[in-house]
C-alpha cells in the first residue's frame, strides 16, 4: 500500500533521515519505533505531505507521493494525527469532525449560499456522519462543548475521529497514547484493533510499548534516522541492537 524507498531528509548539515526503505501494507497495523530524536515525525510529515524527502521515492497504492501537498495526500487516501494535540479550540468537538468531513462533501457554493434541497440533504448527511464518528469514541454527549475544554484523553480521541472523517484508507497516528493512563491507552488499542478487522491501514509511532504489542503485526525500529531492525513486536523486543538503541550499552 505505502512504499517508501530510500527516503533521506537533511536539514542544512543535519541528516535527519537516511536511506529509510518500509513497507506498509494494507490492512495491516505496522509500528514506529525508537529513541527520542529517531526522525519518526520527521518520516510521518514526510509521508502526509508537510515535509519532502531530499532524495528517495513515495509510493501510495502506485501513486508518487514524494512531492504531493497535503490535501493531495489526504485526498489519495491518507490521514493523520499529531504528537502535539491540534484541534481548533475554539470549535465545539463536532465542529472539529465536521471540519475533518470537508473532503467528502460535493455541493458547490452557488448550492450553499441559495440552499438548495442537494446542500441541504449533504449537510444532514455530514452531520449524522460526524454525530456516528463522536459516539465511537464515545465522544457524543460532548458534541457540543468546545476541544479545548476537554480533558486531555477526550481530545486524543476527537482527533483521531476528525482524521477518520476523511474516510482515509491509510491512518498515520503520531504517539496516539501520550499522556493517557495504562487503561486509556488499552481502551485507544481497542479501537485501532477495530479500524484493522474494518479493512483500514494503519502506521502507528509510539513510545509506549504495551500498545505497540497489542495491536502491531510488523515494527521497524528507527534509530539516527535509519532503520535498525523491523519485525514482530516479540522480535523486536528481544533484538540486542534495539535494546542497545533504547537502554544504551553495558561496557561491564
Known amino acids: 500500500m505505502l512504499e517508501l524507498d530510500q527516503i533521506s531528509r537533511r536539514f542544512g548539515g543535519l541528516l535527519a533521515l537516511s536511506g529509510v526503505t518500509m513497507h506498509v501494507p494494507a490492512g495491516q497495523i505496522t ?31 502506485g501513486t508518487p507521493i514524494h512531492r504531493a501537498a497535503p490535501h493531495q495526500v489526504t485526498r489519495l487516501g491518507i490521514a493523520r494525527t499529531y504528537q502535539n494535540i491540534r484541534l481548533f479550540g475554539e470549535l465545539t468537538a463536532r465542529q472539529n ?7 467528502q462533501g460535493r455541493a458547490s457554493l452557488l448550492a450553499a449560499i441559495i440552499g438548495l434541497p442537494g446542500y441541504r440533504r449533504e449537510e444532514q448527511r455530514l452531520a449524522q456522519t460526524a454525530a456516528a464518528l463522536l459516539e465511537r469514541f464515545g465522544l457524543l454527549k ?3 462543548v468546545p476541544a479545548a475544554a476537554l480533558p486531555y484523553g477526550d481530545q486524543r480521541r476527537l482527533e483521531m475521529a476528525r482524521a477518520l472523517a476523511a ?8 504517539e496516539p497514547t501520550a499522556g493517557m493512563n495504562p ?23 509510539e513510545h509506549d510499548m504495551s500498545l505497540i504489542h497489542q495491536v502491531c503485526d510488523t515494527v521497524y525500529v528507527l534509530n539516527f534516522g535509519q532503520i535498525l531492525a523491523h519485525g514482530t513486536p516479540m522480535q523486536m523486543k528481544t533484538h540486542p541492537d534495539v535494546i542497545e538503541a533504547y537502554l544504551g550499552r553495558d561496557d561491564d
Open 167 to 174: 474516510a482515509p484508507r491509510l491512518l498515520l497516528l503520531d
Open 142 to 144: 460532548k458534541a457540543d
Open 97 to 103: 469532525v465536521l471540519v475533518g468531513l470537508h473532503t
Open 183 to 205: 487503561a486509556e491507552t488499552h481502551a485507544l488499542g481497542e479501537h485501532i484493533l477495530r479500524l484493522k478487522a474494518e479493512g483500514l491501514a494503519v502506521l502507528v509511532i
Open 31 to 61: 509500528g514506529l519505533i525508537g529513541p527520542n530524536g529517531a526522525g519518526k515525525t520527521t518520516l510521518i510529515n514526510n509521508i502526509s505531505g508537510l515535509d519532502h524527502p531530499t532524495e528517495g521515492s513515495m509510493t501510495f497504492l
